[in-house]
Structures are given as structure tokens and as C-alpha cells.
């Protein structure tokens, strides 16, 4: 993960317009547990990492209609590569893998 993808740098503002969806759903999402934003000064950063985490929250929820609890069981599984630390050259060559990018790419782009 590059550095500049962790720094929470998006307020909630702008986090909410990136993706189409209310503050409030951003409080309503972070007090379920499903995402956990920086606090700097009291208020909500938010970091690529988290929008691209957001982006699959909403996706889950809104398109494929899934409960919370659902949500979160997805989000905690880890994928083989995370559990067995794959390099790059192993990943690249991996049918699972390069499945989980374009489904990944393909719910991006619908944003």
C-alpha cells in the first residue's frame, strides 16, 4: 500500500461527494463499525484506502442489497493473498486474484 493511500486527507464533506451519498450515512456507517475514519481535532478524515473501502460499503449495501452484519463479514474476510502474503509475480498470475481486480475495477467504475 503506497503512503499517500493511508494519509486521511478527505473531510466528510468531501468524502460524502466523492460518493454520492449524505454525511449522515457516513455517521450511520461508522457508528455500525463498518468503517472507522481518522479523528483529527474532533473531526472525520478519510483516506483513499477508506474511500475505497466506502465505495465497496455502498456497493454491497445499495446494489447487491446486503444487511450490515453481512457488510462486515465480507469486509473482515481476508483474501488467500493477504493470508499467504503473496508477492506481485504470484498475484499477477492467479486466476482468484485477477478475478477479485476486475470485479474491483468494474464496481469502481460504476461510481
Not at 494519509?7 to 472507522?36: D, F, M, S
Not at 450490515?68 to 483474501?79: F, I, M, W
Request: hydrophobic share 35%.
Amino acid at each position: 500500500m503506497k503512503r499517500h493511500e493511508i494519509v486521511p486527507v478527505y473531510t466528510i464533506g468531501i468524502a460524502a461527494k466523492l460518493l454520492a451519498v449524505c454525511r449522515a450515512t457516513l455517521r450511520i456507517w461508522e457508528e455500525k463499525g463498518i468503517i472507522k475514519p481518522a479523528r483529527i481535532g474532533g473531526k472525520r478524515f478519510y483516506s483513499k484506502r477508506d474511500i475505497d473501502r466506502l465505495e465497496r460499503i455502498k456497493h454491497l449495501l445499495q446494489k447487491v442489497r446486503m444487511n450490515v452484519a453481512g457488510v462486515k463479514e465480507v469486509l473482515d474476510t481476508k483474501s488467500c493473498w493477504e493470508v499467504k502474503d503473496c508477492d506481485e509475480k504470484v498475484r499477477t498470475s492467479c486466476k482468484v486474484y485477477l478475478r477479485d481486480q476486475r470485479l474491483q475495477k468494474a464496481n469502481t467504475a460504476q461510481y
